[in-house]
């Protein structure tokens, strides 16, 4: 920038003596000794020629004009940057920002279609979004909530809003009526995101993927510089940063029990090591992370399965270690029960796997100290710390000082170490494999030991020890899961032994990260199917499944 003023600077100089040479020329004879008197008039004349030489002009300064209109974000951002002069009347200046094609966008910014967690509101299209957005009328209408500076920014993609169906409200009110009301739209910026919110896809895109496609997906707005002055060649503008940046964005998905035995492994013995995760594997290998939680140690000296579900003792062939690969494992969650069934050989030769294919563990180890501290991840910036711990036992799971096995439940060495790793940067992510139960409501002695690590600071706190898929909550800053349910293990005896049917439905949570925050959750829902294969469960299906789970919660009632 410094050298193109300069250049007008020195263009304008040479323009200016140009000029005075023409306006008031001197002409002065050497060819004889001047007398005084032409001594005299010749310094007289010289004078004036000097004194009516013009100044240089003066380049012209960008004066930036921000429209009020413009993202809140984007002002901020204009407003630390601090490098050039803006005027509040257009008409003052000679630059401005305003929306435009994407092919000339120096800048864009992204908005998200939101409903609060507790909805059922599942899919919108845009088409029918807009229209509402306009007060065209429809029985179907839902109301959108959204602050009037998003109203004004989203009006070059929407339209003019019509209060018919659009609803303002301030920023820090918005979550709270939308939670209020429950069944509601809102849209909010992208840098606004948070957990309570559920983000919807909008032409099969959506923000908080990590396949996201920013040209696929209608709420963005592209901003360009323009200017009746200057080129953009001329000029050198500040360079202006998205509000979403996919090399900050980091999705994690965990998953409930993994129990390679009996009929599960059976099925595997006939229909291929990765039958099992051919339904639903997309979710877990399209995840930057993924979170298994593996409850059974593989030993080179296990037997073939059998289809009984007793006794209780368990071991999976090292070849089953196949599906687990197939899916995209990248962090083994060992808090479970069995881990030592086989004996503490089969948790040692499991951990040299696991190792051997660079996959992170966490919960147990070859000695107490490796079983209890906590696994370190980093991706795009976002760094984790993965801490586990079983109270339910038995005590010979337990690692020692000098003896592996799995990490017992020292609340208060986990309240200090959370606290650490939360000083030092890292997301806690914090799993337990928690006294059994088969239901989807909590018990007040549930709450009280999920809350110690979520008040310590742990972000997620994750039951994974649940069978039957159980209900979670919002708690301060945290995302509390009780239960997930299984993922693949074979439990669908309901015919042989007391095992309910819910436990042949499965939560899988996918959880989304930025620049160093949890945004959002998106929960994914299947159905065990062969005693070994989730699938996706059917539309109707989920929404009766959600809303026994939010019910739980207490988010209900919910129309039948």
Same mark, same amino acid.
């Given at each position: 920038?410094?050298?193109?003023?300069?250049?007008?600077?020195?263009?304008?100089?040479?323009?200016?003596? %140009?000029?005075?040479?023409?306006?008031?020329?001197?002409?002065?004879?050497?060819? @004889?000794?001047?007398?005084?008197?032409?001594? =005299?008039?010749?310094?007289?004349?010289? =004078?004036?020629?000097?004194?009516?030489?013009?100044?240089?002009?003066?380049?012209?300064?960008?004066?930036?004009?921000?429209?009020?209109?413009?993202?809140?974000?984007?002002?901020?951002? !204009?407003?630390?940057?601090?490098?050039?002069?803006?005027?509040?009347?257009?008409?003052?200046?000679?630059?401005?920002?305003?929306? #435009?094609?994407?092919?000339?966008?120096?800048?864009?910014? =992204?908005?998200?279609?939101?409903?609060?967690?507790?909805?059922?509101?599942?899919?919108?299209?845009?088409? @029918?979004?807009?229209?509402?957005?306009?007060?065209?009328?429809?029985? @179907?209408?839902?109301?959108?909530?959204?602050?009037?500076?998003?109203?004004?920014?989203?009006?070059?993609?929407?339209?003019?809003?019509?209060? *018919?169906?659009?609803?303002?409200?301030?920023?820090?009110?918005?979550?709270?009526?939308?939670?209020?009301?429950?069944?509601?739209?809102?849209?909010?910026?992208?840098?606004?995101? $948070?957990?309570?919110?559920? &983000?919807?896809?909008?032409?099969?895109?959506?923000?908080?993927?990590?396949?996201?496609?920013?040209?696929?997906?209608?709420?963005?707005?592209?901003?360009?510089?323009?200017?009746?002055?200057?080129?953009?060649?001329?000029?050198?503008?500040?360079?202006?940063?998205?509000?979403?940046?996919?090399?900050?964005?980091?999705?994690?998905? !965990?998953?409930?029990?993994?129990?390679? &035995?009996?009929?599960?492994?059976?099925?595997?013995?006939?229909?291929?090591?990765?039958?099992?995760? $051919? /339904?639903?594997?997309?979710?877990?290998?399209?995840?930057?992370?993924?979170?298994?939680?593996?409850?059974?140690?593989?030993?080179?000296?296990?037997?073939?399965?059998?289809?009984?579900?007793?006794?209780?003792?368990? %071991?999976?062939?090292?070849?089953?270690?196949?599906?687990?690969?197939?899916?995209?494992?990248?962090?083994?969650?060992?808090?479970?029960?069995?881990?030592?069934?086989?004996?503490?050989?089969?948790?040692?030769?499991?951990?040299?796997?696991?190792?051997?294919?660079?996959?992170?563990?966490?919960?147990?180890?070859?000695?107490?100290?490796?079983?209890?501290?906590? &696994?370190?991840?980093?991706?795009?910036?976002?760094?984790?710390?993965?801490?586990? %711990?079983?109270?339910?036992?038995? /005590?010979?799971?337990?690692?020692?000082?000098?003896?592996?096995?799995?990490?017992?439940?020292?609340?208060?060495?986990?309240?200090?170490?959370?606290?650490?790793?939360?000083?030092?940067?890292?997301?806690?992510?914090?799993?337990?494999?928690?006294?059994?139960?088969?239901?989807?409501?909590?018990?007040?002695?549930?709450?009280?030991?999920?809350?110690?690590?979520?008040?310590?600071?742990?972000?997620?706190?994750?039951?994974?020890?649940?069978? *039957?898929?159980? /209900?979670?909550?919002?708690?301060?800053?945290?995302?509390?899961?009780?239960?997930? #349910?299984?993922?693949?293990?074979?439990?669908?005896?309901?015919?042989? =032994?007391?095992?309910?049917?819910?436990?042949?439905?499965?939560?899988?949570?996918? *959880?989304?990260?930025?620049?160093?925050?949890?945004?959002?959750?998106?929960?994914?829902?299947?159905?065990?199917?062969?005693?070994?294969?989730?699938?996706? !469960?059917?539309?109707?299906?989920?929404?009766?499944?959600?809303?026994?789970?939010?019910?739980?919660?207490?988010?209900?009632?919910?129309?039948?």
């Amino acid at each position: 920038m410094r050298k193109k003023w300069i250049t007008y600077l020195l263009i304008a100089l040479w323009i200016s003596g %140009c000029n005075a040479s023409s306006v008031n020329p001197t002409v002065t004879s050497f060819a @004889q000794e001047p007398t005084q008197s032409q001594k =005299v008039k010749s310094t007289v004349t010289n =004078v004036p020629t000097l004194a009516v030489q013009p100044s240089p002009t003066a380049a012209p300064q960008p004066v930036i004009w921000l429209d009020a209109s413009l993202p809140e974000g984007l002002l901020n951002q !204009m407003a630390h940057q601090n490098l050039m002069r803006s005027e509040s009347q257009k008409e003052k200046a000679n630059i401005w920002l305003e929306p #435009g094609a994407s092919d000339r966008a120096n800048v864009t910014w =992204v908005y998200a279609l939101v409903t609060p967690f507790s909805s059922l509101i599942e899919q919108i299209g845009f088409d @029918q979004l807009r229209n509402w957005w306009q007060g065209k009328p429809d029985e @179907q209408a839902i109301s959108i909530f959204v602050t009037e500076n998003t109203a004004r920014a989203l009006e070059p993609i929407l339209g003019k809003f019509s209060t *018919h169906h659009v609803v303002l409200k301030e920023k820090d009110e918005l979550l709270d009526a939308a939670w209020e009301k429950r069944d509601v739209l809102a849209i909010i910026p992208f840098e606004q995101l $948070e957990p309570r919110w559920k &983000v919807i896809s909008l032409n099969d895109q959506s923000p908080i993927s990590n396949q996201f496609k920013i040209e696929d997906y209608p709420l963005a707005v592209h901003y360009h510089w323009n200017s009746a002055l200057f080129t953009d060649e001329s000029l050198e503008l500040p360079t202006l940063d998205s509000n979403r940046d996919g090399n900050k964005l980091t999705v994690l998905v !965990m998953t409930g029990v993994t129990a390679l &035995v009996r009929a599960t492994a059976v099925r595997m013995e006939e229909k291929g090591m990765t039958y099992p995760g $051919e /339904a639903i594997g997309d979710w877990l290998r399209n995840a930057d992370l993924t979170h298994i939680s593996n409850e059974i140690s593989f030993s080179p000296n296990c037997p073939d399965p059998k289809m009984d579900p007793y006794p209780l003792i368990f %071991c999976s062939k090292p070849e089953y270690i196949e599906l687990l690969e197939s899916v995209g494992t990248d962090i083994v969650d060992l808090t479970g029960n069995h881990g030592v069934d086989w004996g503490r050989d089969a948790l040692s030769f499991s951990l040299d796997l696991y190792r051997s294919r660079g996959w992170a563990y966490y919960a147990a180890g070859e000695n107490l100290n490796e079983a209890r501290d906590a &696994v370190l991840v980093e991706h795009n910036g976002n760094r984790f710390a993965f801490l586990g %711990c079983n109270p339910a036992g038995p /005590a010979y799971i337990w690692a020692g000082e000098d003896f592996g096995g799995v990490a017992p439940c020292d609340y208060e060495w986990i309240q200090q170490r959370i606290h650490q790793l939360k000083d030092e940067g890292y997301l806690v992510i914090f799993t337990f494999q928690y006294f059994e139960t088969y239901r989807h409501w909590v018990e007040e002695f549930e709450r009280r030991d999920f809350r110690i690590p979520a008040g310590a600071g742990a972000v997620i706190v994750s039951g994974s020890q649940a069978h *039957h898929p159980m /209900a979670m909550e919002f708690y301060g800053d945290s995302f509390i899961h009780y239960g997930l #349910g299984n993922l693949f293990f074979d439990q669908m005896w309901v015919d042989t =032994v007391t095992i309910p049917e819910g436990t042949r439905k499965e939560l899988i949570d996918r *959880h989304v990260f930025y620049n160093g925050k949890h945004i959002s959750t998106e929960l994914l829902t299947a159905y065990l199917e062969d005693y070994s294969r989730p699938r996706p !469960m059917s539309a109707s299906e989920r929404v009766d499944f959600l809303k026994a789970i939010f019910t739980a919660a207490g988010w209900g009632p919910y129309n039948p």
